[in-house]
Structure formats: C-alpha cells, structure tokens
C-alpha cells in the first residue's frame, strides 16, 4: 500500500521537462554574444525570469502554469531579432563631429553644410534597426564616409582682401590723377577680384592668388597724370 501510496504522488506531480529544457535554451540565446534588439531581448529576459520564478513541485492539476510559463518563454525565444551592427556608423559618427566640432580649422561652407546634413541623417537613422535591415546602416555610412572625403580647408583670402582695400584707396584718391588707361586696368583687376567666389578650397588657391598677383600689378601700375599748371600759369 506504501509503495501505491508512493507512485500515484509521482504520477500526480506536474512535468517541468519540456521548460527546463526551454529555459535552458533562453539562457543560451541570451550568453550567445549576438546583440539583439532592445524590445525582444527585453521580452525574452522577462519571460525567462517568469519561467524560473515558477513554483517548483506543483501538482499534476497545475501543469497549466508550467505550460503557460513554456509557451511565452518560447515564443519569446524564437520571436527575438538580431540587431543591425552599428559599429562602423558610430566610428564614423565620431570622426565627422571632430571635424564639425574643430575649431582650429576652417572648411568651406560648401564642404561643412554637406557632412552637417548626412552627419543629421545618420544621428536619426532608427538604432533598433534588424541585422536584416544593416543595407539601410551601410547606405547612410557610405554617405557619411562620402561627406568626411569630402571636406575641404577653406583657401586663404587674407591676401585677396588686403589686396582689394589698397586698390580701392588708390582709387579713392582725391589728390592724385591717374591716366586713363591704367586706371581702367586697375578698375577691372578690382571687378574680377571682387568676384571670386567666398568658398573656394585650398584645392582652389591658385585662383585666389592668381587674381591677388594681377590685383597687386595693375594697383603698382597706376601712372598718374602729370601736374602741367605750373607750366600753364607761366
């Protein structure tokens, strides 16, 4: 009778085989070193931690509870995402707000506007992207490596302005009268030194310093009229 006793409690204890062997599986995913995203990790931990809080030792009359317990834990298991790798995007990140953030340098307005615009998309790119969506992180990083070749030193143009405000004192001289012809040379040195564009490279200095060289030219050119009206009052 002892031994009947005995075997119709075994027979009455509830199975937690199959949840064992789940939680067991969790728990793997979980120390796998895959990085997953925030809201299926997040559901598989919890789920997990409910599993292992249920009561040990229940009743064949509660396997419902260990059943319930399974099929949540499982299906959070099998519902998580891997995440996209955002690594590469944050390197790049980093090195595009040295550049934005130098203060030292000074890059043409052009250039800067560009890396500032797609350096803002990717800081608002979605950061629980899946592994299966990683071709929208590699698009904005391909823009971002693109914008960071891109940037480019702003030319010298101390010498440029310089040049301008002695050509315009020259002009603007009231006590001095200059032949014709150099004047006009020098009126159309200033007009196309005034036109250089403000946003050129160091890639473009050349430019700069070209128009500074014929600016400077014409200015040292000027001839000035001679003073004759000492002789005509004689």
């Known amino acids: 009778a002892a031994l009947e006793e005995a075997i119709s409690k ?4 509830a199975d937690y085989t199959e949840l064992n062997n789940e939680i067991e599986l969790a728990e793997g995913v979980l120390a796998d070193g895959n990085v997953y995203t925030n809201s299926t990790k997040t559901a598989l931990e919890e789920a997990l931690a409910e599993a292992k809080a249920v009561e040990k030792d229940l009743p064949q009359t509660e396997q419902t509870q260990i059943e319930a317990a399974l099929t949540k834990l499982r299906d959070a298991r099998t ?3 891997e995440k996209a790798d955002y690594s590469e995007l944050e390197n790049a990140l980093l ?8 203060t030292e340098k000074v890059y043409t307005d052009g250039s800067k506007n560009e890396l500032q615009s ?5 800081t608002a790119l979605d950061k629980n992207l899946l592994a299966s969506e990683q071709s929208k992180i590699e698009e904005v990083l391909s823009e971002l ?3 960071i070749d891109g940037i480019k030193e702003k030319a010298d143009y ?4 310089e040049a301008i405000e002695k050509a315009k004192e020259a002009l603007n001289r009231t006590d001095i009268k200059y032949t ?3 004047e006009q040379v020098l009126r159309d040195a200033l007009t196309r030194a005034e036109n250089v564009t403000d946003d050129l490279s160091t890639d473009d200095q050349y430019i700069i310093d070209d128009v500074v060289d ?18 005509e009052d004689a």
């Open 95 to 102: 090195k595009a707000e040295s550049i934005l953030n130098d």
């Open 10 to 13: 075994i027979a009455l204890k």
């Open 180 to 182: 014709a012809n150099t």
């Open 145 to 147: 490596n693109g914008a």
């Open 118 to 122: 797609i350096y803002d998309k990717a």
């Open 158 to 161: 101390s010498a440029l302005d």
């Open 79 to 81: 519902a998580i995402k």
């Open 214 to 231: 014929l600016l400077e030219i014409a200015t040292d050119g000027l001839i000035e009229v001679a003073d004759t009206s000492a002789y």
